[in-house]
């Protein structure tokens, strides 16, 4: 890219800022190429194992510093375009966005809000770090980029996470005090996007900083009236100018008294190989007359009890029956799909016999999912009444005319030794091509019944759909938005 491109009042801020040396290797920088980064998926496959030293082999890829998961990659080798993408093995993400994570760094069992979520690049990695364990809810208001982060959340296998589509306000009334750590990776004006997306450089302004750091600091109020006092935030950007950056975080903090800068961090793309970030880590003070964590009296996720749930939520724009019917359908549904799992999936029973550790079976539609919980904030249907969930928590299947079918979700979230029948593919054959494409396949005469499909990986095996096995053919169930024709 051309330094010439960049905008004149760009340029002058950045000398203004770092000083003329350095502004104008900032600027220069410009010239080089962008970066290219993926994290690998540790819910899936586990650090130095034979699976992971494989993908690094084979896409050449070189450790990200500041991030353990992390690694760059050549733009030639197109991971993206690979089977191991589709079978949530690792993630394509900005390697300087991986920042913002590490210094949040959630622990599992805690309770999580990931503000303003989509792609899902930020909430995969809470989710590797709660490894299942807890509840995370990604929030993204915009309907489209919504869908793209509930996609992204079910490719990695996560099942404790909620998505939803909701205004910060709308989230805030409903849950305050409620989260342990909160990641805002705030809507910005995007100069770290320069190298990668030339229309980032034809929509920056001066007016858009600042209309920029304006709804920042409206989300930020938000974010702060949902945080747990002892609890930790995690502010980032994309973006260089300080009216983004520090000044919002210092605003915030004279605004805050009970909260607390705790680090700071900057990626410059002319010091670090990325494209450029920042991140504040903030803590709010416990306070001396409430228990650190706990949530405020009045709000209605502290009142409520999981096991008197009445389903009122609209995922995807479903409509539902209330009350005893509905409890019914719900217990009519998971009995159906318990008895499913037996004989298909009987690997996954041990987790089954625990599910009140994981969430509550819940029935949107024909929809059937398991709701995830902790122990603190009970997430109730009552209590998400009214709000647009595109995935309410894990989704096992849909439940029609008393007959149960898996979901691909379930396939993404599973062992592939938890089930009774899987069909291998090798990682470069023309039989995955054929199944990513949506084709049926050949199997052997005596397989019958839901076939658990899987990619060869490093010598084990990862899930990427369901087939269903029946006269030497498999039937191919991979939804049809996910089909796609890999590379030659």
């Known amino acids: 890219m051309s330094m010439t491109a960049l905008p004149d009042s760009f340029r002058e801020r950045m000398i203004t800022m770092l000083g003329e040396r350095e ?19 540790t819910l899936k496959i586990k650090p130095g194992s034979p699976a992971e030293r494989d993908i690094i082999q084979r896409f050449g890829l070189e450790g990200i510093p500041w991030c353990e998961d992390g690694f760059y990659y050549d733009e030639d080798k197109r991971p ?42 930020k909430t995969t990695q809470i989710a590797m770090k709660m490894n299942g ?51 805002l990776d705030a ?51 994309c973006t260089f100018n300080r009216e983004e ?79 005893k019917n509905s409890e019914r359908n719900t217990t009519a549904a998971f009995e159906a799909f318990t008895d499913w799992a037996e004989s298909e999936i009987p690997g996954f029973g041990g987790w089954l016999g ?22 603190e904030l009970h997430l109730t249907p009552d209590i998400l009444a009214g709000l647009k969930i595109p995935r309410a928590g894990l989704q096992l299947g849909d439940y029609k005319k008393g ?15 938890d089930a009774a029948l899987t069909w291998t593919l090798k990682p470069d054959s023309s039989e995955l091509a054929a199944y990513l494409h949506g084709d049926t396949l050949a199997v052997p005469a005596d397989y019958r019944g839901w076939c658990l499909v899987r990619v060869e990986c490093g010598g084990d095996s990862f899930p990427l759909g369901w087939g269903k096995a029946s006269g030497g053919q498999l039937k191919n169930h991979l939804p049809k938005g996910l089909r796609q024709q890999l590379p030659v």
């Open 23 to 41: 502004g104008q290797t900032f600027l220069n920088s410009y010239a080089m190429p962008r970066t290219y980064g993926l994290r690998i998926n």
């Open 80 to 121: 993206g375009k690979h089977a191991y993408h589709a079978a949530g093995l690792y993630y394509i993400q900005e390697p300087s966005a991986m920042s913002a994570v590490e210094l949040l760094n959630p622990q599992p069992g805690e309770t999580v809000l990931d503000l303003a979520a989509a792609p899902g690049g």
């Open 133 to 183: 364990k807890g509840l995370l809810i990604s929030n993204e208001i915009h309907p489209q980029r919504a869908k793209i982060l509930a996609e992204n959340v079910e490719r990695f296998g996560v099942r404790n996470a909620v998505v939803t589509q909701a205004a910060p306000g709308e989230l805030s009334s409903r849950f305050p005090l409620a989260f342990d750590r909160i990641m």
């Open 187 to 237: 809507p910005c004006s995007g100069e770290g996007m320069f190298r990668k997306d030339p229309d980032a450089i034809a929509e920056w302004s001066e007016q858009s900083v600042e209309f920029c750091a304006a709804r920042q600091w409206d989300i930020l109020q938000d974010a702060v009236a949902m945080l747990k006092p002892g609890g930790q935030l995690a502010y980032s950007t």
């Open 245 to 323: 950056n520090e000044e919002t975080i210092a605003r915030l903090l004279a605004h805050y008294p009970d909260l607390t800068l705790v680090a700071e961090k900057r990626i410059w793309p002319h010091r670090h190989k990325g494209e450029g970030h920042y991140v504040a880590l903030l803590q709010r003070k416990s306070r001396v007359d409430e228990k650190p964590g706990a949530l405020a009296a009045s709000s209605p996720a502290f009142r409520a009890e999981p096991d008197k749930a009445r389903p009122k939520s609209k995922p995807h724009g479903k409509k539902r029956s209330n009350g």
């Open 354 to 375: 625990d599910r009140a550790g994981e969430g509550i079976p819940i029935l949107f539609g024909e929809s059937l999912y398991l709701l995830p919980f902790s122990t």
């Open 403 to 417: 007959r149960f079918q898996p979901a691909h979700a379930l396939a993404m979230a599973i062992r592939p030794a």
